[in-house]
């Protein structure tokens, strides 16, 4: 079961990161089912000899749980009422949104939480008629001080300036050069030498810059797409793309502002948020009846869940707001899975009564935190004994959700690129090689400080022989064709393979202050280790990767 559940995540994981709309509703929900296929053939392979296919397990798997970013799909046996068909059929149930209702006065709202900072929040905030709906990432605001620099780009008839860097908690959140590896497939067929660009993000879409000219691509299908304003009718209140990168081309290069934009709407709908809410307690939380939650596993108290400080960094894992949060999702998982067993009861043909399992802690931790699979298996027979479990895989290396831990920190020792976790003792030694310096002398030294993790997968390229270089010159080929490829320039600090569960947490570098575990007491202990060049790149890359992810929900819409 434990393998077949791991097949399960591996296809929805190769699926998603080689399908470019993987975050739309539909297109999700076929990575999906595409994945419990995968899970029902892997396991039916596994027993075939005991004489279990693919429909006879089905009946010893009451439900399938797939938590995602704001929400989960739970795929089971459900009663059809459609076409007049009336019976039951497996498949997957509704979306379900991590949320929660709150009523306090005349307030009378849901917000929406996800796997990160983010919410989505919608209903009445005062005491008039006006229904809100606002979408953003939450932020201690308190910590972001002035704009230092700025650039100015022309959007419609007006003349704006752009913040490009900002002050926050006394490091700099500043633009950054980012450069990707592509191998490109020309009009005829053939595939290039790997060549480095420089890209940044606009509208989900990663944007290149062509080496040594101010031209721009999309890589779609493995081609070049050129960006132009062709054929697109300009409003003053739009900004298109090419006129976008054309505004972030600097002295030759590149800039993603994705981390200065982050901050900045960050603060700008936290404080809004903190006004509109900022008296909202646990205790405010309804239930769709309007009956209060007494249920939920945390108790916060009286404290304030929407009003930030130094003890309510949404960043951060303990504050308030992410005790509230992670209670709202453990709810809803346990209430609906609940009821998914119940329903899987009424219209199981046998006799076994299937039940929910009850979570460790550690169980809960992977599903509150991370794309998760979890599958129960019960009531199987095997020899004079019944098999009851349920296993839980998780996966870091997704495009739904940045974690505080699912990225990679870069550093460049001796002209090696080596790639750490972001708590990684040689990384926090190491601080002056962390490369993504905007002010560096060399492109190199220029270039972000980390990725997403999912930047570094192997993805397949196809293309026909003969290779061609940039310039139009042929590559002759191997002898041995699947020797005919050129790995990434990047290799995987040591000390993150083998000796990961010493490094720091990352909450301790969003803190700015680390705090190793002390054998000899069984404490943190914390230490006076300057850590502002690990800070500031860190919660660049945290900040811009979580903004350039794709969502369903525009910031700011009222």
């Known amino acids: 079961m434990q393998d077949a559940t791991y097949d399960a995540m591996r296809a929805f994981r190769l699926n998603t990161i080689n399908n470019k709309y993987s975050s739309i509703s539909d297109s999700k929900i076929r990575d999906i089912e595409a994945s419990i296929n995968t899970f029902y053939n892997s396991l039916g392979t596994s027993l075939g000899a005991s004489g279990y296919d693919k429909d006879t397990l089905k009946e010893y798997i009451p439900a399938i749980v797939y938590t995602m970013y704001d929400g989960y799909y739970i795929y089971g046996k459900y009663f059809n009422y459609q076409n007049e068909i009336n019976?039951?059929?497996?498949?997957?149930?509704?979306?379900?949104?991590?949320?929660?209702?709150?009523?306090?006065?005349?307030?009378?709202?849901?917000?929406?939480?996800?796997?990160?900072?983010?919410?989505?929040?919608?209903?009445?905030?005062?005491?008039?008629?006006?229904?809100?709906?606002?979408?953003?990432?939450?932020?201690?605001?308190?910590?972001?001080?002035?704009?230092?620099?700025?650039?100015?780009?022309?959007?419609?008839?007006?003349?704006?300036?752009?913040?490009?860097?900002?002050?926050?908690?006394?490091?700099?959140?500043?633009?950054?050069?980012?450069?990707?590896?592509?191998?490109?497939?020309?009009?005829?067929?053939?595939?290039?030498?790997?060549?480095?660009?420089?890209?940044?993000?606009?509208?989900?879409?990663?944007?290149?810059?062509?080496?040594?000219?101010?031209?721009?691509?999309?890589?779609?299908?493995?081609?070049?797409?050129?960006?132009?304003?062709?054929?697109?009718?300009?409003?003053?209140?739009?900004?298109?793309?090419?006129?976008?990168?054309?505004?972030?081309?600097?002295?030759?290069?590149?800039?993603?502002?994705?981390?200065?934009?982050?901050?900045?709407?960050?603060?700008?709908?936290?404080?809004?948020?903190?006004?509109?809410?900022?008296?909202?307690?646990?205790?405010?939380?309804?239930?769709?009846?309007?009956?209060?939650?007494?249920?939920?596993?945390?108790?916060?108290?009286?404290?304030?869940?929407?009003?930030?400080?130094?003890?309510?960094?949404?960043?951060?894992?303990?504050?308030?707001?992410?005790?509230?949060?992670?209670?709202?999702?453990?709810?809803?998982?346990?209430?609906?899975?609940?009821?998914?067993?119940?329903?899987?009861?009424?219209?199981?043909?046998?006799?076994?009564?299937?039940?929910?399992?009850?979570?460790?802690?550690?169980?809960?931790e992977k599903l509150l935190n991370n794309i998760s699979i979890a599958v129960f298996m019960q009531g199987m027979p095997i020899k004079s004994k019944i098999f009851n479990n349920y296993c839980i895989i998780t996966n870091n290396k997704n495009e739904e959700v940045v974690t505080n831990d699912s990225i990679y920190m870069l550093t460049n020792e001796n002209g090696t690129i080596v790639a750490h976790l972001p708590g990684c003792k040689e990384l926090v030694n190491n601080q002056d090689k962390i490369i993504g310096n905007p002010g560096g002398t060399k492109v190199e030294q220029a270039k972000g400080a980390g990725y997403n993790l999912v930047d570094f997968e192997r993805q397949t390229i196809v293309g026909d022989y003969p290779r061609l270089k940039p310039d139009g010159t042929i590559i002759p080929p191997p002898e041995n064709r699947e020797l005919y490829y050129y790995p990434q320039p990047y290799q995987k600090c040591y000390n993150c393979i083998v000796n990961a569960s010493v490094n720091y947490m990352a909450d301790d570098i969003i803190k700015g202050v680390l705090k190793p575990y002390d054998k000899q007491t069984g404490e943190y202990k914390e230490i006076g280790t300057d850590i502002r060049i690990l800070r500031a790149k860190y919660l660049t890359v945290i900040a811009r990767e979580r903004y350039d992810l794709y969502r369903t929900n525009s910031q700011f819409i009222q």
């Open 87 to 364: 019976e039951y059929q497996y498949g997957l149930k509704p979306y379900i949104y991590y949320s929660c209702r709150y009523k306090k006065g005349q307030k009378d709202f849901v917000v929406n939480y996800t796997l990160d900072n983010s919410i989505t929040i919608y209903g009445k905030l005062d005491n008039t008629e006006k229904y809100y709906t606002k979408s953003g990432y939450l932020i201690n605001y308190n910590l972001l001080g002035d704009v230092e620099e700025t650039v100015t780009y022309r959007k419609g008839q007006a003349v704006v300036e752009y913040p490009t860097k900002i002050k926050y908690d006394n490091i700099y959140i500043e633009k950054e050069i980012l450069a990707e590896q592509l191998v490109t497939v020309n009009e005829n067929g053939h595939a290039s030498d790997p060549t480095t660009y420089e890209y940044t993000k606009y509208n989900n879409q990663k944007i290149y810059k062509e080496n040594g000219k101010n031209e721009y691509f999309y890589f779609k299908n493995n081609k070049k797409e050129k960006v132009s304003d062709e054929g697109k009718l300009l409003k003053d209140s739009d900004v298109t793309e090419l006129r976008y990168v054309q505004t972030m081309t600097i002295d030759g290069h590149l800039y993603s502002n994705s981390a200065v934009e982050y901050y900045t709407k960050a603060k700008e709908f936290s404080i809004w948020i903190q006004s509109k809410i900022g008296e909202i307690e646990q205790s405010d939380a309804v239930d769709a009846q309007g009956e209060p939650i007494k249920d939920f596993e945390i108790n916060i108290g009286n404290k304030k869940i929407f009003e930030f400080g130094p003890n309510n960094d949404p960043l951060t894992e303990g504050s308030t707001f992410n005790e509230h949060r992670m209670s709202v999702i453990r709810r809803s998982i346990k209430t609906n899975l609940l009821s998914a067993i119940a329903n899987y009861n009424s219209g199981s043909a046998g006799t076994y009564e299937f039940q929910m399992p009850i979570f460790t802690e550690n169980d809960w």
